[in-house]
């Protein structure tokens, strides 16, 4: 299945949802309910210091299902995203074959 590495920020929205606890779980419920609708799952999840607020690595069918995730999480107001194809180093060998 491939693989998706996303760069994400948080919008000024999604810094304020951070420190909403009540509204954490049905975020995430929702957002799980669309991955499992669109096939992704999550393969990694990282905070991170610097440009980016987090680095996530997801698996998807294929570049439409992700994409679809990708402007969905963005309609939700609380992050930006930076999606990238990743490539194993096998899979990097056949394509320069």
Do not use: C, H
Not at 26 to 55: H, W
């Amino acid at each position: 299945m491939p693989k998706y590495v996303v760069l994400v920020n948080f919008t000024d929205q999604g810094i304020r949802e951070q420190q909403d606890t009540s509204g954490r779980a049905a975020r995430t419920k929702e957002r799980e309910a669309r991955m499992k609708e669109l096939g992704v799952t999550q393969d990694a999840i990282y905070l991170t210091m610097g440009p980016y607020d987090r680095v996530v690595v997801w698996d998807a069918p294929n570049d439409e299902a992700m994409a679809t995730f990708s402007l969905w999480l963005g309609r939700q107001g609380g992050i930006r995203t930076l999606t990238m194809p990743a490539f194993t180093g096998a899979e990097a060998a056949s394509i320069q074959a």
